[in-house]
């Protein structure tokens, strides 16, 4: 058990907790700042994995953008939504179930691969190859279509939420 | 120096909390909550992968990062259209609960 | 180790003396290091709030100078200890919680509010020996970390259950979310130019300040970091007359002390960004032999920027909602993708050239395309059909006809 070890476990802990406190809360809000922690949790953990990059993309992107926009997106439809019932829904037990089952066929599946004891070594500084990574991005023979397609994805969804999320004077909203 | 299975034993756990809030809430946003989590385990494992690949090859490996940014890219195009969804069903009924959701309901 | 080195480089030669002492201890590299950093960091942040209440001072001042006032005048020299007897008072005040707050968010977005900005200094070089942590992707960590501030905002808004507070925080987040997206952009010339995220190369490949590669984008940037900290003329966050004081209403004693001083220190820290960036961090005659002279340049660089920050905020009056938004989305964000397409095609085109010839052309390009946009600017401006304000007539007050005189 070294130092590295210590952190992933504390660090896991927390965000699997963080992460039973979203699922378990009571207001929308409260979920919504308990998934920034969780999030948070994870960069940290793609940080271990020497994903650097990933680990502030991750910040960057998921709190930065998508945790500040859902919390948005909670603040201006409060009111209405907040206590008035249960928020979780009536079967709950069910999707407990089949959530568990999830877990635990991974879980069964994962066990018999060999790879899984496998210990993580750290790699050499230049292993994540940034520079050839944006290179080999932009090159044709490579993942030029993926990249492309994932921008088109972008711009695609901008015009769809500038669209949808528009009131339009006069409209039937 | 920490096991591969330690991350995947998280990511699928993170999965499984993340799958239960999608499946439970009642709140739309709440059903977007759990889309987020389960996107980012999967983040987590394509990572974890990519490690151990460019561990067992030796050499730097590429494919898990382009794979990893996609999810990145779809997990923000889909809150942005998901939220403006939302908000825009708001504006029209009210309302933010899927369940409330039923102008199709005969 | 002769009073030369020290003075030659205080924190490098102070740091190399403690690790030989922890060493002489017995104490292992890594804890040594893990102290080393805890001490740093601490010292560091210290400091940090510390300046800050010269930097109020400063721009009080210098406030009051532009408005033909004297400014603080009675506790020391200048009124220079006018911070410090502030801060004791604020220590002294009693916290008021309102009813109804939501308590996590409520007490943890203050300390959120100033961290956000303190873990910014950890990437900054402040001269060739002199720097916390040389990460690889410096930039998108200061990035990445600017957007934690916006959850603070968003966490005092929403937790003080107050709608003028939540109105300000929709507002300062609508404002930072948008001139991030120009900032960005603005953000990838130096990228492009140095090949590197990390702020410590783009320092040490800065041999032409960047600001002279592309005026416009640094333009771009200054204007985006002014909108991003919240400050005048973009200060609609805390428009008195509208919303009080913004998502900060509720907050009293020292946790509006952790706002204020977060505000302070994040318009410090823009410009130490673009001095950074822009203006060639610690670069100058022998800083490189002598990195306490380094600092000392990057100081009176960043002192320079932050002055300009005061006089615009001395000096302009504030935007109006639409007119901010306008600016952001109509204005810098094409502007800034173009400056971005034309510093990238020209650096490419003009790969053979000597350096010096590129910047000439650079600037060239940049100008010519602030010369179109102002051109399009006039002529939209023109073209725009110029609703008349007259105000409505009201019935003035008078008298009523038999009523009581």
Not at chain 1, 141 to 152: D, H, N, Q, T
Not at chain 3, 103 to 129: D, E, G, K, Q, R
Request: cysteine-free; hydrophobic content about 60%; glycine content about 8%.
């Amino acid at each position: 058990m070294n130092a590295l070890q210590i952190i992933f476990l504390v660090v896991a802990a927390v965000t699997l907790a963080s992460a039973g406190f979203v699922a378990g809360a009571r207001r929308t809000m409260h979920a919504a700042l308990w998934l920034v922690l969780t999030l948070l949790g994870v960069a940290i953990l793609l940080a271990t994995l020497q994903a650097g990059f990933f680990a502030v993309v991750q910040v960057l992107v998921y709190i930065g953008a998508i945790a500040i926009l859902i919390l948005f997106a909670v603040m201006l439809t409060r009111g209405l939504t907040e206590e008035q019932g249960a928020v979780h829904h009536r079967w709950w037990w069910l999707a407990a179930l089949a959530a568990g089952g999830v877990f635990a066929v991974a879980l069964v599946i994962l066990n018999r691969w060999p790879g899984f004891q496998v210990l993580l070594e750290e790699l050499p500084r230049e292993a994540e190859a940034m520079t050839d990574w944006g290179l080999a991005l932009v090159d044709p023979m490579r993942y030029l279509i993926p990249f492309e397609v994932a921008s088109v994805l972008l711009l695609a969804a901008m015009v769809a939420a500038i669209y949808l999320a528009m009131s339009r004077p006069g409209g039937q909203s | 120096m920490i096991p591969l299975g330690w991350y995947l034993i998280f990511a699928a756990a993170l999965f499984a909390v993340g799958l239960f809030t999608a499946l439970t809430r009642k709140n739309a946003i709440g059903i977007l909550i759990g889309v987020e989590m389960m996107l980012n385990a999967v983040i987590v494992n394509l990572l974890a992968f990519w490690h151990y690949w460019v561990q067992q090859a030796g050499v730097p490996q590429l494919d898990g990062l382009t794979f990893a940014a996609i999810v990145f890219v779809v997990a923000a195009a889909e809150t942005s259209v998901g939220l403006a969804l939302i908000i825009s069903a708001y504006r029209r009924l009210h309302t933010a609960v899927a369940n409330d959701m039923d102008l199709l309901k005969g | 180790m002769s009073l030369w080195d020290f003075l030659r480089d205080p924190i490098g030669f102070l740091t190399t003396w403690f690790y030989g002492v922890l060493a002489g201890w017995g104490v292992a590299p890594g804890v040594a290091q893990a102290i080393g950093f805890a001490l740093g960091s601490f010292i560091l942040a210290t400091g940090a709030m510390l300046f800050v209440m010269l930097l109020i001072w400063f721009e009080r001042k210098v406030i009051a100078r532009i408005q033909d006032r004297i400014g603080p005048n009675r506790i020391g020299p200048w009124g220079l200890f006018q911070s410090v007897a502030d801060m004791l008072k604020i220590f002294t005040k009693e916290y008021i919680t309102p009813i109804g707050v939501d308590w996590l968010p409520y007490n943890l977005a203050p300390v959120l509010s100033v961290a956000s900005v303190l873990v910014v200094w950890a990437v900054i070089p402040f001269s060739i020996t002199f720097y916390g942590a040389d990460l690889n992707v410096g930039l998108l960590f200061v990035i990445a970390i600017a957007s934690m501030g916006e959850l603070a905002i968003v966490m005092a808004g929403w937790g003080s259950n107050n709608k003028y507070a939540l109105l300000g925080a929709f507002r300062a987040v609508g404002q930072m979310i948008s001139y991030a997206t120009p900032m960005v952009v603005a953000l990838l010339v130096p990228v492009m130019m140095a090949g590197s995220l990390s702020l410590n190369e783009i320092v040490q490949r800065q041999t032409v300040w960047y600001i002279l590669v592309s005026p416009v984008a640094a333009l771009i940037f200054f204007i985006a970091s002014i909108a991003e900290v919240g400050r005048s003329p973009f200060d609609l966050v805390e428009a008195e007359s509208e919303l009080v004081s913004g998502f900060n209403v509720e907050y009293s004693g020292l946790k509006f002390g952790m706002f204020y001083v977060g505000e302070f220190l994040h318009a410090f820290t823009a410009a130490l960004l673009f001095t950074t960036l822009f203006l060639g961090g610690w670069r100058g005659p022998g800083a490189e032999q002598i990195p306490i002279l380094g600092f000392i340049y990057y100081v009176v660089k960043t002192g320079i920027v932050y002055f300009l920050t005061v006089l615009i905020r001395g000096s302009l009056p504030r935007f109006r909602m639409d007119q901010m938004m306008d600016l952001n989305w109509k204005l810098l964000t094409p502007l800034s993708l173009a400056v971005l397409l034309v510093t990238a095609l020209t650096n490419k085109l003009l790969e053979g050239l000597a350096l010096g010839w590129r910047v000439v052309v650079l600037i060239l390009l940049n100008g010519l395309v602030l010369w179109v946009v102002n051109g399009l600017l006039q002529r939209y401006e023109r073209r725009r059909v110029r609703r008349e304000v007259t105000s409505v007539r009201r019935p003035v007050a008078r008298p009523q006809q038999g009523g009581a005189e």
